[in-house]
């Protein structure tokens, strides 16, 4: 299935339930450098014989300035043009920095993502944010790109180990909490063997209703001066804890979630009982809800975040499951969130 979206800064050709075979009936081969990580290159090598291809190391740590420069120097290499197109092949990992890559290759060049993880199908491919770390702090170095397509070949699910569902149904619940209170209730009646062995229907109807509702907000609100920013509902603590702790995006973003729940029921009335829910609901999903942070860590990471002014930070709340909302929030109001957290578990 086929579809076509235009954000301000470009148009994306969605291909769902598709085919890395289908893709190549539509782009030159001769054209494309594949990126992709050892991970995928080593199981999916008989695929991906005879293209271009460079391939980067597993994990986020992966995602650095020196990893652009090898790229740049491979592609240089390889006599790679203006006219090339880069094929990501890979999680959010390898599209945030193919991403990125092809946003200042030679000051830009054609790029497309085929996301082999659940949370990149569902969210990091999605949108048009690229980033790279630096450091401790995440996705600092970054541009607002979008590729020219998203192909989505369901077969690379087959190999995606159980955690990684885990981390994808983060983003997935994440959707869920701040736009659609009917797919939170969906997720509730289900689990993930549901979706992963019994209703392959039901997982691509999932899959494109995420994109949709973050195509929506994206269209927008592309530059993220506005609505985007709901999208962050759970990751300012998750940027700190992920960094801190080396757990994977999903399950930092689920802990991240469980504080943002309960700063909204202090500061924007969400009742308590949605807190519960949610995490229940992430329980369900093999998500953990409880870890052991130093919150005084985790204060001086979130301090460099991009959506501090001041004292004050644009944080996301949750006034009940299906809407979320911005609020200027002070500082001290999230630290003693991050303190209480860290009593409690
Ligand atoms: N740009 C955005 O809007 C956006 C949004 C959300 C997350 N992100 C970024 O995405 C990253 C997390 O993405 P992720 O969870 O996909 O992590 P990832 O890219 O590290 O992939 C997770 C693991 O799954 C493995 N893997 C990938 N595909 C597989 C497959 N088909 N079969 C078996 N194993 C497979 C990878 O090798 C890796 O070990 C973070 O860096 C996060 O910051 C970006």
Same mark, same amino acid.
């Given at each position: 299935?086929q579809q076509?979206?235009?954000?301000?800064?470009?148009? !994306?050709?969605y291909?769902?339930?598709?085919?890395?075979a289908?893709l190549?009936t539509?782009?030159? +081969?001769?054209h494309? !450098?594949?990126i992709?990580n050892?991970?995928?290159?080593?199981?999916?090598?008989?695929l #991906?014989?005879?293209?271009?291809?460079l391939?980067?190391? !597993?994990g986020?740590?992966?995602k650095?300035?020196h990893t652009?420069?090898?790229?740049? +120097?491979?592609? $240089?290499? %390889?006599?790679?043009?203006?006219?090339? =197109?880069?094929?990501?092949i890979?999680g959010?990992v390898?599209?945030d920095?193919v991403? %990125?890559?092809?946003?200042?290759?030679?000051r830009?060049? @054609?790029?497309?993502?085929i @996301?082999?993880?659940? $949370?990149?199908m569902v969210?990091?491919?999605?949108g048009?944010?690229?980033?790279?770390n630096?450091?401790?702090?995440?996705?600092?170095l970054?541009?607002?790109?979008?590729?020219?397509?998203?192909?989505?070949?369901?077969?690379? #699910?087959?190999?995606? @180990?159980?955690?990684?569902?885990?981390?994808?149904?983060? &983003?997935?619940?994440?959707?869920?909490?701040i736009?659609?209170?009917?797919?939170f209730?969906? #997720?509730q009646?289900?689990?993930?063997?549901?979706?992963?062995d019994?209703?392959?229907?039901?997982?691509q109807?999932?899959i494109q209703k995420?994109?949709?509702?973050?195509n929506?907000? !994206?269209?927008?609100? &592309?530059?993220e001066t506005?609505?985007?920013?709901?999208?962050?509902?759970?990751h300012?603590?998750?940027?700190?804890?992920?960094?801190l702790?080396?757990i994977?995006?999903?399950k930092?973003?689920?802990?991240? %979630?469980?504080i943002?729940?309960?700063?909204?029921?202090?500061?924007?009335?969400l009742?308590e009982?949605?807190?519960?829910?949610?995490?229940?609901? $992430?329980?369900?999903?093999h998500?953990?809800?409880?870890?052991?942070?130093?919150a005084k860590?985790?204060?001086?990471i979130?301090r460099m975040d991009?959506?501090r002014?001041?004292?004050? =930070?644009d944080y996301?709340?949750?006034?009940?499951?299906? +809407?979320?909302?911005?609020?200027?929030l002070? #500082?001290?109001?999230?630290?003693?969130?991050?303190?209480?957290?860290?009593?409690?578990?």
């Amino acid at each position: 299935m086929q579809q076509t979206v235009t954000f301000p800064s470009g148009t !994306v050709h969605y291909h769902f339930q598709s085919s890395f075979a289908e893709l190549w009936t539509r782009y030159d +081969k001769e054209h494309a !450098v594949i990126i992709t990580n050892e991970y995928i290159a080593k199981q999916y090598a008989k695929l #991906l014989k005879g293209y271009k291809l460079l391939v980067i190391p !597993v994990g986020e740590h992966s995602k650095n300035p020196h990893t652009i420069t090898f790229l740049a +120097k491979e592609l $240089l290499n %390889m006599e790679a043009t203006r006219k090339t =197109m880069l094929v990501g092949i890979g999680g959010g990992v390898v599209t945030d920095i193919v991403g %990125m890559l092809g946003s200042i290759y030679m000051r830009g060049v @054609p790029f497309g993502f085929i @996301p082999t993880t659940l $949370l990149g199908m569902v969210d990091a491919a999605v949108g048009g944010k690229n980033g790279i770390n630096v450091g401790l702090h995440k996705n600092i170095l970054g541009a607002v790109a979008q590729p020219r397509f998203i192909l989505y070949d369901p077969r690379f #699910l087959d190999t995606l @180990p159980d955690d990684e569902w885990s981390n994808g149904f983060a &983003e997935i619940i994440k959707c869920a909490c701040i736009f659609d209170a009917e797919l939170f209730a969906e #997720l509730q009646k289900n689990n993930i063997s549901y979706y992963k062995d019994h209703n392959d229907d039901a997982l691509q109807v999932l899959i494109q209703k995420c994109v949709a509702l973050k195509n929506k907000t !994206v269209v927008e609100d &592309e530059k993220e001066t506005g609505l985007r920013k709901l999208l962050n509902f759970g990751h300012t603590a998750a940027h700190a804890i992920e960094n801190l702790y080396e757990i994977p995006h999903g399950k930092a973003v689920g802990i991240g %979630m469980v504080i943002a729940a309960r700063v909204s029921s202090q500061v924007a009335g969400l009742n308590e009982h949605v807190v519960t829910d949610l995490e229940e609901l $992430l329980g369900r999903y093999h998500l953990p809800i409880s870890l052991k942070i130093d919150a005084k860590k985790a204060i001086e990471i979130m301090r460099m975040d991009k959506k501090r002014s001041g004292d004050m =930070m644009d944080y996301i709340v949750l006034e009940k499951i299906g +809407k979320a909302a911005i609020r200027s929030l002070p #500082l001290t109001a999230i630290e003693k969130a991050l303190f209480d957290y860290e009593s409690d578990n």
